[in-house]
């Protein structure tokens, strides 16, 4: 081969394409499972943002989703499991969690700046009853709200047209929660979700005649899910303005029934029969019954052994003359 001929050679195996590598980042990207409606929005340049917001129960900074157009709030549940990444595009994302969004009713959410607010026992702007200074993004749920869902917890005057006032109404807003957890109830009835003791769906499903007992279950699980979004204050109240039987409430799943038994105790008496069956009976006898012979012994039996000897007789000493 002449040097020119192993000069292209060598110059077309360098031009040939290598294969590109990947960047591995693991910041400023995340993984977000979501409807089509959260990010359209009727104006250019609006997406969607994320906003750390005081939680109604736990009253400290948790993050959720806004829609591009500020109008749903949606909750995120972080999914993450060990040894997972994703590949976007060139590049690989080490970290392989995954945020779920759940549309949440934005009421909850104002809900506690709405109580709080009628301390003053005066009727205020919506602008005015949602100011947090600790989490300034809180001012973006004025826009999730209509008035007519203000209506639902509060009393509203309307100063003109483009002023409406609002004041904390306690019976309204029990009224409200009584409809979202009957609601919740009726969902989780409609598809048969276990939540008696253990999840068994042989003790949820009881006959026609314990059919009230059966609903109080959903009610209590249900009340309970609501309970998340609640002051622990309003969580007692919506109890008994519900209604719900304490004494009676569905057993957790850690209850004594689910527990293991216990180790055995040892009994301090000695414990007897009352009639002794062994009587009347020879347990010697019983015990020298031979074993059932089987058909290769017994054709052993029938052959004449005469001048043969034993095995025995081969490994015993010889005798001295």
Not at 283 to 310: F, I
Request: glycine share 4%.
């Amino acid at each position: 081969m002449s040097s020119s001929t192993r000069k292209s050679s060598r110059k077309s195996q360098e031009e040939k394409p290598r294969p590109e590598k990947r960047d591995i980042k693991n910041s400023d990207r995340w993984i977000f499972l979501m409807k089509n409606e959260i990010i359209t929005c009727n104006e250019e340049g609006l997406k969607p943002t994320l906003c750390k917001l005081r939680h109604p129960r736990l009253k400290t900074g948790v993050m959720y989703l806004l829609s591009a157009d500020c109008t749903s709030v949606y909750e995120l549940t972080a999914f993450k499991e060990k040894f997972r990444s994703w590949f976007i595009g060139n590049s690989v994302l080490s970290n392989g969690q995954m945020y779920i969004t759940t549309p949440l009713d934005p009421l909850f959410l104002i809900l506690p700046y709405i109580i709080n607010s009628g301390e003053t026992n005066r009727f205020m702007t919506l602008e005015q009853i949602v100011l947090d200074e600790e989490f300034p993004d809180s001012h973006k749920l004025v826009t999730c709200c209509n008035p007519e869902q203000l209506q639902l917890v509060s009393d509203c005057k309307e100063i003109d047209d483009d002023l409406k006032v609002f004041k904390f109404n306690k019976e309204k807003t029990l009224s409200w929660l009584k409809k979202k957890t009957e609601a919740v109830a009726e969902a989780l009835e409609m598809k048969k979700i276990p939540v008696s003791s253990g999840s068994s769906h042989s003790s949820i499903f009881i006959p026609s005649g314990n059919a009230e007992i059966c609903k109080d279950s959903y009610m209590i699980f249900a009340h309970g899910i609501l309970s998340e979004y609640l002051s622990l204050d309003l969580e007692a109240e919506l109890k008994t303005f519900i209604g719900l039987n304490t004494t009676n409430e569905t057993p957790s799943p850690t209850s004594v029934t689910d527990e293991p038994p216990n180790k055995k105790q040892k009994l301090t008496t000695v414990v007897a029969p009352l009639e002794d069956y062994t009587q009347g009976k020879d347990l010697k006898k019983d015990k020298s019954k031979t074993s059932k012979v089987s058909a290769a012994q017994k054709r052993l039996d029938k052959v004449d052994k005469t001048g043969m000897k034993s095995m025995l007789s081969f490994f015993s000493p010889k005798s001295t003359k």
